[in-house]
């Protein structure tokens, strides 16, 4: 900007054309744009020629605070401009701009005034002021205060003071030798810092501006203080409790003293005073600053009252002092419990004690005093007892009630003392209260009857079981003895069947029982116990008999008859479930052991007959067929289901006829065996077969080469007629003969019996049948179709005898194929 300055001016003295001032007035702090003058105007010139010319406007301030507008040739603010930051203190503050325009070229220059508005406040430079007056001094003594500033100028900057109303102080204006004037405080009335330390007062500065701006100082004055009063305590007498017990060191209270001076002044040391007696020195201490009070020493018995004196003293130059009085009062400290003491006691009680019988009597005590020394009984024992006070501190425990051993035989009774005191003390002692057994309980069973059981044929002495009583008594009293009351029973007396251990109460059997003749019977054993006097109960014991198989059925039908087997005719023509005879049998034991069932264990021929297993009845199991024997006999066996289980059988004979004979067969002889076989035995019987099969094809090879070899011819001779040749030529691969024995029967008449011993075959001569009985062919021709044989009739020699129940053997030969 230098520059530009010094070029415009060497510029216009070489042009030499005239220049202009220009001035121009402005409020500081105008706002931005406002129009301060009009420059083109002021120069003669039109606004368009400021842009034709080239027009510049030059400042040597920082900050552009004016410019023009070329549009309008006007002089505005750019920025609102701060008189006193740009003049600060001068009078007058005015800011220079150069303006230069070409063609031709010409330089102009311009000032503005910045004039002075009301904007600034009074202010104290040094803030605000503190003072320290001493209290001694008099009224009239003044203090010199600072001035305020105010950088506005003129009238704007004239200020005058002000204070804040006190009792203590006024405002007047001091001059000095260049004429300025300052304020000065000037004190009024004398201060007491004791009654006001401090005084707070304002100092107003105020200007002579349009509106008037002020501006204040806080003016602290502090009273200093001199030592005038002496320390006071907050009351006149100080009283404190200690317990008897309190240990050294313990703080009974705190002495307060004030002194309202300042420093040293106010500082107090606390100690005994003198007039504290000289015994009562080392029981306390005091210490110097806080005014604790501690013991120091042991303060004595109870129910002691200590007087002393504390001093409190400040530390000015000349110390001030007072006293006070402490009174000290030891009080009792509950620290000893209530003593129990016995001084009857009875080891045990009668459970039949009357209520109110002394127990025990006890005395209590406790060594503290007041309400600490007074002592409170109670007891808790769960039992019929009671506490009764007698006199002063004696107590008696008494029953309240009636006692029971067995239900409860000792008792814990707990004694509690306790005293008055906060908290309180107490002393528990436990008595132990037995209860004594009276015999009062009788012996009682579980039950009033009771049931023994005992397997017959047992032998004398077996254990049939116990009878058992309880006695809740003690000793002698519950000792339980058995006696077998000797009751009636069965015509005979109880005594003859058992026997009852008086002990133990075991019940043993003197004799043996049979099921059958005596099933059971009862009898009473009683209980005594061993008391003074004895108390009994009795119980009713019922004894059964438990039966064993020990008995085997008994067949009551059909029965054998002078050792000859029964006999049951059937007719030829039954059906399938004929009842041929029912078997009738008992058991003289009872439950499963005479639970009877029926089988066939043999029989002629197993499939023609069947039993039923229940009920005994004899059925035929299938038609009869014409093969079928005459007689058949069999063996029916009964059968209980004991165990081990016993059985009877019966054989009966069974005649398969459509007429009853005059003479019935003998069914004793032999057996026709029959019937079904068994797994095991059917193999046997084929293992055997094969055997036998292959031995036999063996033998016939072997003969078969001997044949060949040199024929033989059969030794034996055959009949010659014409049925012999017919069953010859049957026979004729076969030479050889076999033989089988048969048992036949045969009755004609009930009162008769006949027996035939007939050979059945070819005899050795041809006309050899001998005949010892008159027989007709259709006779011998029954006979073989009977006995199974399908032979003619010239084969069969027979020969009968007459007789009454003889057996004959019959011999019948046959002829069988190899």
Excluded at 130 to 159: C, K, W, Y
Excluded at 678 to 686: E, G
């Amino acid at each position: 900007m230098v520059g530009w300055r010094v070029v415009v001016l060497c510029l216009w003295v070489s042009c030499g054309s005239a220049a202009r001032q220009l001035e121009y007035s402005v409020l500081e702090e105008t706002e931005r744009g406002v129009a301060v003058g009009n420059v083109s105007a002021d120069l003669g010139l039109s606004a368009a020629a400021l842009s034709l010319r080239n027009f510049r406007f030059l400042s040597s301030h920082r900050d552009p605070y004016f410019g023009v507008d070329l549009a309008s040739g006007s002089l505005v603010v750019l920025e609102p401009a701060d008189r006193e930051r740009l003049c600060e203190t001068k009078a007058v503050c005015v800011l220079t701009y150069e303006l230069v325009l070409e063609d031709p070229l010409e330089l102009h220059t311009m000032r503005v005034h910045v004039v002075d508005t009301n904007d600034n406040s009074p202010v104290f430079p040094a803030g605000d002021v503190q003072l320290h007056i001493p209290e001694f001094l008099m009224p009239g003594a003044r203090f010199t205060l600072p001035n305020a500033q105010d950088t506005d100028e003129g009238s704007n900057g004239v200020l005058s003071y002000s204070l804040s109303p006190s009792q203590h102080f006024r405002l007047i204006m001091g001059s000095r030798v260049d004429g300025s004037e300052y304020p000065e405080l000037v004190l009024e009335k004398a201060l007491d810092r004791e009654q006001r330390a401090t005084h707070q007062l304002v100092l107003t500065a105020r200007d002579s501006g349009q509106p008037a701006r002020s501006g204040d100082a806080q003016v602290t004055i502090t009273v200093v203080d001199t030592n005038d009063n002496a320390p006071v305590f907050e009351r006149t007498v100080y009283r404190a409790s200690v317990p008897e017990t309190a240990p050294n060191g313990t703080v009974l209270l705190r002495v307060q003293a004030s002194d309202p001076d300042e420093g040293s002044n106010g500082e107090i040391r606390y100690s005994l005073s003198n007039g504290t007696r000289a015994s009562l020195r080392h029981h306390f201490d005091v210490h110097p600053r806080s005014g604790e009070v501690r013991v120091a020493a042991s303060l004595g018995p109870p129910e002691t009252l200590l007087e002393a004196y504390i001093e409190a003293r400040d530390e000015g130059t000349f110390g001030l002092a007072s006293t006070v009085k402490l009174l000290v009062e030891v009080t009792d400290v509950n620290d000893h419990a209530p003593e129990v003491n016995f001084l009857t006691l009875s080891s045990s009680v009668s459970e039949d004690a009357a209520p109110g019988t002394v127990i025990a009597l006890l005395s209590l005590r406790d060594e503290d005093l007041g309400p600490n020394g007074k002592v409170i009984c109670s007891m808790s024992s769960g039992g019929p007892f009671k506490l009764k006070a007698s006199f002063d501190n004696y107590y008696s425990l008494l029953t309240d009630g009636p006692l029971d051993r067995e239900q409860v035989s000792e008792y814990q009774v707990l004694i509690t003392a306790s005293d008055g005191g906060s908290p309180p003390l107490s002393t528990r002692r436990t008595l132990t209260v037995s209860v004594a057994d009276v015999n009062d309980n009788s012996p009682s069973f579980a039950q009033p009857q009771q049931e023994l059981f005992v397997a017959e044929n047992n032998g004398p002495g077996a254990s049939l079981g116990r009878v058992f009583a309880q006695d809740p008594d003690l000793g002698k009293n519950g000792l339980v003895f058995y006696e077998l009351l000797d009751m009636i029973s069965e015509r005979q007396t109880a005594s003859s069947f058992v026997a009852v251990e008086s002990a133990s109460g075991a019940i043993t059997a003197k004799t043996s029982f049979d099921f059958e003749r005596l099933r059971g019977f009862h009898f009473q054993v009683e209980a005594r116990d061993g008391g003074i006097p004895p108390r009994s109960a009795t119980v009713t014991v019922n004894l059964f008999v438990v039966d064993r198989n020990d008995n085997a059925p008994v067949i009551l039908f059909p029965v054998p008859r002078n050792g000859s087997v029964p006999v049951e005719i059937v007719p030829r023509s039954a059906r399938s479930g004929h009842l041929v005879t029912k078997v009738v049998a008992e058991d003289a034991d009872s439950g499963s052991n005479a639970w009877l069932s029926y089988r066939i264990s043999q029989a002629s021929d197993s499939s023609l007959f069947r039993i039923s297993a229940s009920m005994g009845e004899l059925r035929t199991a299938r038609l009869i067929l014409p093969t079928d024997a005459v007689k058949q006999r069999l063996v029916v066996v009964v059968q209980d289901r004991g165990d081990p289980s016993l059985s009877s059988s019966v054989t009966l004979g069974i005649l398969l006829s459509n007429s009853a004979p005059q003479i019935l067969p003998d069914f004793e002889d032999t057996w026709e065996t029959g019937g079904h076989l068994s797994t095991q035995n059917l193999y046997l019987v084929i293992a055997l077969a094969c055997i036998s099969f292959l031995f036999l094809g063996c033998l016939l090879f072997f003969v078969c080469i001997k044949v060949n070899q040199s024929p033989v011819r059969c030794s034996q001779s055959c009949c010659r007629s014409p049925e012999e040749l017919r069953y010859g030529r049957k026979m004729a691969s076969n030479p050889c003969m076999t033989s089988a024995t048969i048992d036949v029967t045969t009755v004609e008449r009930l009162s008769q019996t006949y027996h035939y011993r007939a050979s059945l075959g070819l005899g050795s001569h041809n006309n050899s049948l001998l005949f010892r009985g008159e027989y007709s062919a259709a006779d011998l021709r029954n006979l073989a179709t009977g006995v199974g044989l399908n032979l003619p009739i010239s084969c069969i020699h027979i020969r009968n005898r007459k007789g009454d129940h003889i057996n004959v053997n019959a011999m019948v030969s046959k002829f069988f194929g190899i």
